[in-house]
């Protein structure tokens, strides 16, 4: 029974030394610091490589990754200056500078981040109008990252990166856009059409303004050819009436001639007395 007992001892031994080197012994990855706290207060930072702790007094509180973070930051509706929504999100890379503020600085860095970039950027845009925000990524990028690189410096953070994943109008704000679009379109093409219209009217009406001035222009040319026409025949013939009587049965007789040529003439009527009005003009023509 001693024997057994004694064997008993040394198995609890054993099993607490086992217990004691597994609890004592600490393997840091590469990439990953640990915080180490003693009776609940901070102790140290175990950085990588293997470390040994004090067992039953120390133990790993944290795990923190030194690497780049990726985080990722929810779609969220935003309004712009001039009252038009829009949906953005975006990603952040940060990186664990001093994993003691990280930890005991705020109750989750990460989440504290996020919250932070998305009311810095809802800030930066409501600040804009909507097509200054839609087409001025790269510059919403920069102050979103001036914005808030201080104040992550008191989590022992640092921003290396801030990138917008997508900014555009919301659904009903894509409707609004694109029924204003179209009203544009049918704006300009009526603008347009109306153009069109005036141009036309102006040429026609410059047309016709042209065509009055030459046909006033050949009327004073008749005028003055016949004119000419008959102060030739007057000086030709002499006397006072003779000329007019000469030019009337010319025009008499041209008339006739037109009337006999017509294609559109069926039937003419040829006055009772023609034979003695020609007589007549031309006879008195050489009286005078």
Same mark, same amino acid.
């Given at each position: 029974?001693?024997?057994? #007992?004694?064997?008993?001892?040394?198995?609890?031994? =054993?099993?607490?030394?086992?217990?004691?080197?597994?609890? *004592?012994?600490?393997?840091?990855?590469?990439?990953?610091?640990?915080?180490?706290?003693?009776? *609940?207060? !901070?102790?140290?930072?175990?950085?990588? *490589?293997?470390? &040994?702790?004090?067992?039953?007094? $120390?133990?790993?509180? !944290?795990?923190?990754?030194?690497?780049?973070?990726?985080?990722?930051?929810?779609? /969220?509706?935003?309004?712009?200056? %001039?009252?038009?929504?829009?949906?953005?999100?975006?990603? @952040?890379?940060?990186?664990?500078?001093?994993?003691?503020?990280? &930890? !005991?600085?705020?109750?989750?860095?990460?989440?504290?981040?996020?919250?932070?970039?998305?009311?810095? =950027?809802?800030?930066?845009?409501?600040?804009?109008?909507?097509?200054?925000?839609?087409?001025?990524? %790269?510059?919403?990028? @920069?102050?979103?990252?001036?914005?808030?690189? $201080?104040?992550? +410096? $008191?989590? *022992?953070?640092?921003?290396?990166? &801030?990138?917008?994943?997508?900014?555009?109008?919301?659904?009903?704000?894509?409707?609004?856009?694109?029924?204003?679009?179209?009203?544009?379109?049918?704006?300009?093409?009526?603008?347009?059409?109306?153009?069109?219209?005036?141009?036309?009217?102006? +040429?026609?009406?410059?047309?016709? +303004?042209?065509?009055?001035?030459? %046909?006033?222009? @050949? /009327?004073?040319?008749?005028?003055?050819?016949?004119? /000419?026409?008959?102060?030739?025949?007057?000086?030709?013939?002499?006397?006072?009436?003779?000329?007019?009587? !000469?030019? =009337? #049965?010319?025009?008499?007789?041209?008339?006739?001639?037109?009337?006999?040529?017509?294609?559109?003439?069926?039937?003419?009527?040829?006055?009772?007395?023609?034979?003695? @009005?020609?007589? #007549?003009?031309?006879?008195?023509?050489?009286? #005078?």
């Amino acid at each position: 029974m001693i024997a057994s #007992g004694g064997l008993i001892v040394i198995v609890v031994i =054993l099993v607490f030394v086992v217990v004691t080197l597994v609890k *004592g012994i600490r393997i840091v990855p590469q990439g990953e610091e640990w915080i180490v706290e003693r009776l *609940g207060k !901070y102790h140290g930072t175990l950085l990588p *490589g293997l470390t &040994v702790i004090i067992p039953y007094l $120390d133990h790993v509180a !944290y795990k923190l990754v030194t690497k780049d973070i990726i985080l990722d930051v929810q779609k /969220q509706e935003v309004i712009t200056h %001039d009252n038009a929504v829009i949906v953005t999100n975006a990603i @952040a890379f940060i990186k664990v500078t001093d994993p003691v503020k990280a &930890v !005991y600085g705020v109750v989750n860095f990460a989440e504290a981040i996020r919250n932070l970039i998305m009311t810095t =950027l809802r800030s930066i845009i409501g600040e804009m109008d909507l097509d200054a925000a839609l087409s001025s990524r %790269d510059k919403i990028k @920069a102050r979103l990252r001036e914005s808030i690189a $201080d104040e992550v +410096l $008191d989590w *022992g953070l640092s921003v290396k990166s &801030v990138e917008l994943q997508d900014i555009s109008p919301s659904p009903s704000m894509q409707k609004a856009m694109e029924a204003q679009a179209s009203a544009e379109r049918e704006r300009k093409a009526t603008v347009t059409k109306a153009e069109g219209a005036k141009q036309a009217a102006i +040429l026609q009406a410059e047309a016709r +303004l042209e065509s009055a001035r030459r %046909d006033a222009e @050949a /009327q004073v040319t008749l005028a003055e050819a016949s004119a /000419q026409a008959i102060r030739r025949v007057a000086d030709a013939l002499g006397g006072q009436d003779a000329p007019m009587r !000469y030019l =009337l #049965g010319e025009k008499y007789l041209n008339a006739m001639n037109g009337l006999a040529t017509s294609t559109n003439a069926k039937t003419i009527v040829l006055p009772a007395d023609i034979q003695s @009005a020609i007589q #007549g003009l031309f006879t008195k023509g050489k009286e #005078g």
